[in-house]
């Protein structure tokens, strides 16, 4: 079972403030995820990293940014939140290799911009 | 169109009575599929995996099942309990190196007493 953390778990703020939601994970594992959820909606990528210094957008375009300076943690900005931002921010690292192995996912940061 | 659909939308059920909930797909090539379960407010946790080769898999009171012919899987929770009241999400993954996840919509399980 892999340990992953998310802080805050709440958020509210006002339009313009710059975020940064934390992910980290104790677990050593490589490919770490961002997804982005509406209530009710299916999840949707919107960053991956293979490792240490790699970065990709996900298929949902997003204004925020990534960044993988060491592998247990993998952080979230927003410069300049928005109404539109408001979401559930769901981060997960994957288990084991190839395509079989276990994705796990931290408990989710909610955030919400007046 | 979302290439995992899964029906119904919502399902309202006494405890105590089984229910099945089904996840139809179109992923190619198809590597496997996944049920996960997400509490309100937390992150999804896998039920179960289930690749090409596997027709029904068990995990305490909840039964997967996979016809990768017809591409349909179906997860059957028996004996209900309150606290199976969740969202319950199906994913599948595309047999390719991008190991990417293709995520339905999930099926919002409501368990009264």
């Known amino acids: 079972e892999a340990d992953i953390y998310q802080t805050p778990r709440y958020l509210v703020i006002g339009t313009g403030k710059k975020i940064t939601l934390e992910c980290s994970q104790t677990?050593?594992?490589?490919?770490m995820y961002w997804y982005q959820q509406d209530p009710g909606m299916e999840l949707h990528l919107i960053h991956y990293s293979y490792g240490v210094n790699s970065t990709e957008k996900g298929d949902l375009s997003s204004e925020s940014t990534v960044s993988r300076i060491r592998t247990e943690h993998f952080p979230l900005t927003l410069e300049s939140a928005r109404p539109s931002h408001t979401s559930q921010y769901l981060c997960a690292s994957w288990a084991g290799t190839g395509n079989t192995g276990e994705l796990f996912f931290g408990e989710g940061s909610r955030l919400t911009v007046l | 169109k979302n290439q995992v659909e899964q029906s119904p939308q919502s399902l309202i059920i006494l405890e105590g009575k089984n229910c099945t909930l089904q996840?139809?797909?179109?992923?190619?090539?198809?590597?496997?599929l996944r049920w996960y379960k997400q509490d309100t407010g937390r992150g999804p946790v896998s039920l179960t995996i289930m690749t090409f080769s596997e027709n029904t898999k068990s995990n305490g009171r909840y039964t997967a099942t996979l016809d990768a012919d017809t591409k349909q899987s179906s997860l059957h929770i028996t004996a209900s309990q309150l606290s199976d009241s969740a969202s319950y999400i199906c994913?599948?993954?595309?047999?390719?190196?991008?190991?990417?996840?293709?995520f339905g919509s999930g099926t919002r399980l409501l368990v009264r007493p």
């Open positions: 994913v599948v993954i595309r047999m390719d190196s991008s190991y990417k996840l293709i």
């Open positions: 677990m050593g594992h490589d490919k």
């Open positions: 996840c139809n797909y179109t992923v190619s090539p198809f590597s496997n």
